[in-house]
């Protein structure tokens, strides 16, 4: 299989090619030239999640070796579920697939963690040596951390917002003991770090610094592509689960409920869907910083009245969503994608037509929903004995509040544990306390484990301590290396 850019190209790259060097040309993101076919007997044949994530992955006739993927996915044992993801039915017509049994406790592990393998693979087999760049909301940053922690031929540079994430979040990364990574901390908001890193991505000035350093380099966000196509697995697993238990019959139609940041999880459903997954309607859960939810309901993308504002579900504090210029490209080619693009990076907004906007209302519908909100939901599903993070509860609303006759899957992208001061508001007393207090108090009031690798953070020491301002961001990466 090929990929090409988002924004014209005649060039076209492998699989490894573009995830050891994701920035596509003229600033575009790289692409499947075409995407496999799944039917019913792929659907009923895999009943284990590693032997479907193998499945997918070789269906896309990727240039890895049988070796490196098996690694890759035999890394899904360390999810402290042999299920890997669990499909729980919370209502007749409404299951949650939960994302978060990895290592670090969110969705980004089910991408991260196989994806790292196969990276650090292909660099010890071409014996180059890679900087990975990540900017994280939250989630992004530990799951790279870990899956990179003293790999051969690997060093990583990952930016967060100093005051962005949640505070067990922010330990994940500061308490990282590798020699071979370094941690940021922005004086800004994600948008920052994110704008910073497509920025070195696509700087010669930047790319020749390393080379005289012999080094290339590469990206662990989702502009990379091989999170993507890792992300695409889930979706599938969940609507075979649904099959397999006879929940529905395989063609019948489901409706999946994503919780929005940088729009890779939704990418991944809207690639699973054009793969053949009977999907109809991929449903947009976003928080207050709504702008996909006015994208997809009006068609506008306009950063120009916007200013991101924190919340308590911060790993969606983010207005310019990198994934959707994906969808672009697949709705309406490079051309158009292009043109779009460049408005929003001249202008800070664009457009689609009444044409443009009905192909993707084909797909996608939105909705947002305030913390208040979330934390309603919260409160009522813990009286029905399921607990659940304040992303999570962006999707219960989307649940309650768009009309459906198919059942639902909705996508738990975090454990309770990352957002613990929120659900004590929720659930406790509406007031700040520190995230040991929220942990404690939770776990005792409603009889739920706190996971042993959070608990640790606690004592850990603090290895990371580098603060900048996004201007700095560049001089403190080259210093380290």
């Not at 969110?106 to 087999?125: C, H, I, N, R, Y």
């Not at 370094?182 to 390393?210: A, E, P």
Request: net charge negative; hydrophobic share 40%.
């Amino acid at each position: 299989m090929k990929f090409i850019g988002t924004r014209g190209t005649n060039d076209k790259k492998t699989f490894s090619e573009a995830i050891l060097n994701p920035a596509a040309p003229n600033g575009g993101l790289y692409c499947p030239e075409s995407l496999p076919v799944i039917d019913e007997e792929f659907i009923t044949s895999h009943k284990d999640y590693k032997s479907l994530a193998k499945a997918v992955i070789k269906k896309f006739d990727v240039d890895i070796s049988d070796e490196s993927l098996e690694k890759a996915i035999n890394l899904y044992d360390k999810f402290d579920t042999d299920t890997v993801v669990p499909v729980e039915k919370v209502e007749n017509d409404l299951f949650i697939a939960e994302l978060w049994h990895g290592p670090t406790r969110a969705f980004k592990d089910m991408a991260l963690q196989p994806f790292g393998q196969v990276l650090s693979d292909l660099a010890k087999q071409k014996n180059e040596n890679y900087l990975i760049l990540a900017a994280t909301s939250g989630d992004t940053g530990p799951a790279t951390l870990e899956t990179f922690a003293n790999k051969d031929n690997i060093k990583v540079a990952c930016m967060y917002p100093q005051n962005g994430t949640s505070d067990v979040q922010r330990l994940q990364m500061v308490t990282i003991d590798a020699k071979n990574e370094k941690v940021i901390g922005v004086r800004g908001n994600f948008d920052d770090t994110q704008n910073t890193l497509k920025q070195l991505l696509n700087s010669d000035s930047f790319k020749n610094t390393l080379n005289e350093k012999h080094i290339s380099l590469s990206a662990a966000n989702s502009v990379n592509f091989g999170r993507i196509i890792f992300q695409t697995i889930y979706h599938i697993w969940a609507y075979a689960k649904l099959v397999n238990d006879k929940v529905i019959k395989f063609g019948e139609k489901i409706d999946i409920i994503v919780p929005s940041g940088n729009f890779g999880n939704a990418l991944g459903g809207y690639y699973a869907k054009k793969m053949g997954l009977a999907i109809d309607k991929i449903v947009i859960a976003s928080n207050i910083n709504n702008v996909l939810t006015e994208w997809v309901n009006n068609g506008s993308y306009d950063l120009t009245n916007k200013e991101l504002i924190q919340t308590a579900s911060p790993a969606m504090d983010i207005l310019k969503s990198s994934n959707v210029e994906r969808v672009l490209f697949d709705k309406f080619g490079s051309e158009r994608t292009a043109e779009l693009m460049k408005s929003l990076e001249e202008n800070g907004k664009y457009e689609l037509t009444p044409e443009e906007l009905a192909e993707i209302k084909k797909d996608f519908i939105a909705t947002s929903c305030s913390d208040e909100e979330g934390f309603e939901y919260i409160k009522e599903y813990a009286a029905k004995g399921y607990i659940m993070d304040t992303h999570t509860a962006t999707a219960i609303k989307a649940y309650k509040t768009l009309n459906s006759n198919n059942i639902q899957v909705a996508y738990s992208t975090a454990e309770w544990t990352k957002f613990a001061p929120s659900l004590y508001r929720a659930l406790i007393e509406d007031k700040k306390v520190h995230d040991k207090e929220a942990l404690d108090a939770i776990s005792e009031k409603y009889n739920v484990s706190v996971p042993k690798m959070v608990e640790e953070l606690f004592t850990k020491p603090i290895t990371q301590n580098t603060i900048v301002d996004k201007d700095g961001i560049e001089k403190a990466i080259v210093e380290f290396l």
